[in-house]
């Protein structure tokens, strides 16, 4: 479903101010109004759930502790994806846009050592943020579901000038 947001017409709703009028009234302060050419304030504004979705992403991958988003199959295509230089920034998100609400279920992988709770906190005020402030939709909820704990690899050591075999003979 897609958001449809009506926007007013310039003009309309104004009405005259009962009352007798002396003569013509005339003001040096122009209205907005009258900036606005009336055909431009007419019209309907459409916000799919992909711009949603994506807005929302974004938002939860600004926050320190996210690895990334989506399970593991999302991962590996947004892989690809990367290789080609189209990210999915919408990845492991989903949102469900009403008329003026939205429900946001994002899956996340955290990185390990990260306060998972702290974590969702986190993400969660920078999504209710970032779509209340950018798309202009009032968040009912944000679902967060940590489904993995990244594991950085342990670092190497450094390089002596001795080889060492990478595995040892089995006797």
């Given amino acids: 479903m897609e958001y449809q947001k009506p926007q007013p017409v310039a003009g309309l709703g104004a009405s005259p101010v009962p009352g007798p009028v002396a003569g013509p ?3 040096s302060v122009p209205s907005p109004a009258d900036a606005v050419p009336a ?3 007419t019209g309907r504004t459409v916000i799919s759930e992909a ?3 994506k807005v929302a992403g974004i938002a939860a991958r600004s926050v320190p502790g996210v690895y990334s988003l989506g399970s593991g199959t999302s991962r590996a295509l947004g892989a690809i994806r990367d290789a080609v230089s189209n990210a999915d920034h919408a990845a492991g998100v989903r949102v469900e846009v009403g008329e003026t609400q939205v429900a946001v279920d994002i899956d996340v992988v955290a990185v390990y050592g990260t306060a998972l709770h702290a974590l969702a906190g986190q993400i969660r ?3 209710y ?3 209340e402030e950018l798309v202009g939709l009032e968040v009912i909820e944000v679902n967060i ?3 993995d704990v990244y594991v ?3 670092a190497k050591p450094a390089m002596s000038g001795e080889i060492r075999p990478a595995r040892e003979a089995m006797q």
């Fill in 39 to 41: 055909l431009a304030a």
């Fill in 129 to 131: 943020a970032a779509v």
């Fill in 152 to 154: 950085p690899a342990p």
């Fill in 145 to 147: 579901e940590i489904i």
């Fill in 51 to 53: 711009a949603v979705a």
């Fill in 125 to 127: 005020a920078a999504v």
């Fill in 25 to 27: 009234v005339v003001s």
